[in-house]
């Protein structure tokens, strides 16, 4: 008994890891880019703002970008009327480096605190990284999801 319990745990322990760590925020269990709570979609994609209004998002307030890393952007504004909060980044890489930390940190913040760029209550409990921009959504990753779904 002893022996076989020791040969389930040399097996096991030889199909846990290759020894190359992956990036738990760029990878799922499927190989989509998609987890719970966040996407990582279109990396070689180059996004403006004016290719998001041209396919339905509704901008309503520009704003600072001081504490969003190196973003040149941060938009808020609605899309199938739900709000989603726009971050714009040079490329993809940078803002998987630069935004992705603070966008983290928007998500993990419960319900009653505040938004960093918003002062209401936090809505965003999922995040887009698509291509150039970083997406905050409201209640769900498809809102996001489905506009990117719509761009060139």
Known sequence: MLTAVFLVAVVLAACGSDGVESDPASSDSAGTGVLEDRAFLREDARFTMDDLVAHGYKKSK????????????????????????????????????SGVPIAETVISKDAGQTDPLIPVV????????????IMLCERQLATC????????
């Open 62 to 97: 520009e704003f600072e970008t001081d504490t969003l890393g190196s973003a040149s952007e941060a938009w808020y504004g609605f899309f199938e009327q739900k709000d989603i909060e726009v971050w714009v980044f040079a490329s993809h890489e940078e803002a998987k480096s």
């Open 122 to 133: 936090n809505r965003y409990p999922a995040f887009v990284v698509a291509g150039n921009m």
């Open 145 to 152: 999801e489905a506009l990117v779904e719509k761009l060139p």
